[in-house]
């Protein structure tokens, strides 16, 4: 068996946060990432994705974004910036390795991963992000339907449904991306349970993320917090607002099950349909932490500050608000990587 003082699952942005502040210290430090090069998931968003937060806005710890062409970053720019990071700050990451299972060893856990190998650790940073754990949902009838049905995180562009007629679900910022991304390519509707909420042009994630910060702060410190805008609300990036304004950025109900051709509506209309594509969330992926613990029903641990309740020594990270303010952002993740890294910080080897 392997030791080392600090293991950090993933090599998405959450653990390049990780692996930024915890390289400082003096702790020896193993970064495993599954994926076979950089990137984390955004190696699997599809190629006109777009962030809707300015470069300098969707940083990392240490070192800004670069300046991009157009206000908001591209998906191969973030790749781009992503694999520099971990160049530039010499993360020690061992690629592809997957974890598959983690166990109590004492005060320490061990790690298997799928080549057998395995490593004991006295912290554990779980860095894994969302992308293979999609949320889909189910319907009546979806198992008798012939045609195609994919979540958003293996939709990889257009070409693959030209001439096709696809619905589109969800009403955040991935299925109004998507849609966009379809109208000239595809016979698409837009489908979406309540109404989606458009920000107004003026207002990105930068904006969001200030007003988030402003609430929390509020919170912090017992002041009525201003009025909220949620992170899933609508960004009007170049796509979107180019709809707009052809008319087409309009959505209709979510429908209530599946027909073997297409879906169908309470009121018994129907509509055939060859593709069907889920833009409906995610859940922690936290597979690899079993036998260790057990999520509650929306995929979350219990937490103690930055570390899980079940284990002094397993801090998950990057996952969304329960483990840190807008800990599941570019911009956020920072603040809870430095609060992990110095309670680690304070661990014995």
């Given at each position: 068996?392997?030791?080392?003082?600090?293991?950090?699952?993933?090599?998405?942005?959450?653990?390049?946060?990780?692996?930024?502040?915890?390289?400082r210290?003096?702790?020896?430090?193993?970064?495993?990432?599954?994926?076979?090069?950089?990137?984390?998931?955004?190696?699997?968003?599809?190629?006109?994705?777009?962030?809707?937060?300015?470069?300098?806005?969707?940083?990392?710890?240490?070192?800004?974004?670069p300046?991009?062409?157009e206000?908001?970053?591209?998906?191969?720019?973030?790749?781009a910036?992503?694999?520099?990071?971990?160049?530039?700050?010499?993360?020690?990451?061992e690629?592809?390795?997957?974890?598959?299972?983690?166990?109590?060893?004492?005060?320490?856990?061990r790690?298997v991963?799928?080549?057998?190998?395995?490593?004991?650790?006295a912290?554990?940073?779980?860095?894994?992000?969302?992308?293979?754990?999609?949320?889909?949902p189910?319907?009546?009838?979806q198992?008798?339907?012939?045609g195609q049905?994919?979540?958003?995180?293996?939709?990889?562009?257009?070409?693959?449904?030209?001439?096709?007629?696809?619905?589109?679900?969800?009403?955040?910022?991935?299925?109004?991306?998507?849609?966009?991304?379809?109208?000239?390519?595809?016979?698409?509707?837009?489908?979406?349970?309540?109404?989606?909420?458009?920000?107004?042009?003026?207002?990105?994630?930068?904006?969001?993320?200030e007003?988030?910060?402003?609430?929390?702060?509020?919170?912090?410190?017992?002041?009525?917090?201003?009025?909220?805008?949620?992170?899933?609300d609508?960004?009007?990036?170049?796509?979107?607002?180019?709809?707009?304004?052809?008319?087409?950025?309009?959505?209709?109900?979510?429908?209530?099950?599946?027909?073997?051709?297409?879906?169908?509506?309470?009121?018994?209309?129907?509509?055939?349909?060859?593709?069907?594509?889920?833009?409906?969330?995610?859940?922690?992926?936290?597979?690899?932490?079993?036998?260790?613990?057990?999520?509650?029903?929306?995929?979350?641990?219990?937490?103690?500050?930055?570390?899980?309740?079940?284990?002094?020594?397993?801090?998950?990270?990057?996952?969304?608000?329960?483990?840190?303010?807008?800990?599941?952002?570019?911009v956020?993740?920072?603040?809870?990587?430095?609060?992990?890294?110095?309670?680690?910080?304070?661990?014995?080897?």
């Open positions: 068996m392997d030791h080392v003082d600090v293991i950090v699952v993933g090599g998405g942005q959450a653990a390049l946060a990780a692996g930024y502040y915890l390289r210290g003096t702790k020896r430090l193993l970064m495993l990432d599954a994926e076979p090069g950089p990137g984390g998931a955004w190696r699997h968003t599809w190629p006109s994705l777009k962030l809707f937060s300015p470069a300098r806005w969707s940083s990392l710890p240490g070192w800004l974004m300046t991009t062409a206000t908001y970053p591209t998906r191969d720019e973030a790749l910036y992503l694999a520099e990071y971990e160049r530039r700050f010499d993360l020690p990451i690629r592809p390795v997957r974890v598959n299972e983690t166990w109590a060893d004492g005060a320490r856990l790690l991963t799928t080549t057998g190998r395995e490593i004991s650790a912290a554990v940073v779980s860095a894994t992000g969302t992308w293979t754990a999609a949320h889909m189910t319907f009546a009838g198992d008798r339907f012939g049905i994919l979540h958003s995180a293996h939709y990889a562009g257009p070409a693959a449904f030209a001439g096709r007629r696809v619905l589109v679900v969800g009403a955040g910022n991935s299925g109004a991306q998507i849609y966009a991304d379809l109208v000239d390519h595809a016979e698409v509707t837009w489908v979406t349970q309540s109404p989606p909420v458009f920000l107004p042009d003026d207002v990105d994630g930068q904006v969001l993320f007003q988030a910060t402003a609430r929390y702060k509020a919170m912090k410190e017992g002041r009525t917090p201003p009025a909220p805008r949620s992170l899933g609508i960004v009007m990036v170049e796509s979107v607002r180019a709809i707009r304004a052809r008319g087409l950025l309009v959505s209709v109900p979510l429908f209530d099950g599946f027909t073997p051709t297409g879906v169908q509506w309470s009121d018994g209309r129907t509509r055939d349909v060859d593709a069907v594509i889920f833009a409906t969330g995610f859940r922690p992926a936290l597979g690899h932490l079993a036998p260790l613990v057990t999520p509650d029903a929306k995929g979350r641990l219990s937490m103690d500050g930055p570390r899980a309740a079940a284990h002094p020594g397993l801090f998950p990270l990057g996952y969304g608000d329960w483990t840190g303010f807008a800990s599941a952002t570019l956020g993740v920072g603040r809870s990587a430095k609060a992990v890294a110095d309670a680690i910080g304070t661990m014995d080897a």
